[in-house]
């Protein structure tokens, strides 16, 4: 288990993938959160994915003020996110198992996220 934090979202879509085993929920669908990850232990940030159910995406996103828009099955940022939002998104402790990487991209299951 690893402590991850998010500080950048490129775009969010509904999980494709069906070859993924997931520990957490597996019968809950997932949602994919591509961007950049922190990784706690070694304050390394590189991209990834990270898994999430919608209720763990919700308590990532709230009260941050990120206002996403849905274009072509995908949804983005509305507009960069400002240092504020980032900083906010960030601060959210997700405990997440490492999944793999894929080339650089690195992948996560979202177990818990504590604010």
């Not at 950049?36 to 159910?53: C, K, P, S, Y």
Request: aromatic share 6%; proline share 3%.
């Amino acid at each position: 288990m690893a402590e991850i934090h998010i500080t950048a979202i490129k775009y969010i879509e509904i999980n494709s993938q069906s070859d993924l085993e997931f520990k957490y929920k597996p019968e809950v669908p997932k949602l994919k959160v591509v961007g950049n990850v922190l990784q706690a232990e070694d304050e390394e940030e590189d991209q990834g994915v990270v898994f999430v159910t919608q209720k763990q995406l919700n308590q990532i996103l709230s009260n941050k003020e990120v206002e996403l828009k849905l274009i072509e099955d995908r949804w983005y940022p509305a507009k960069p996110l400002s240092k504020e939002q980032v900083k906010k998104v960030g601060l959210v402790d997700i405990d997440a198992e490492f999944m793999g990487a894929a080339g650089e991209v690195r992948c996560y299951e979202a177990v818990k996220i504590t604010e």
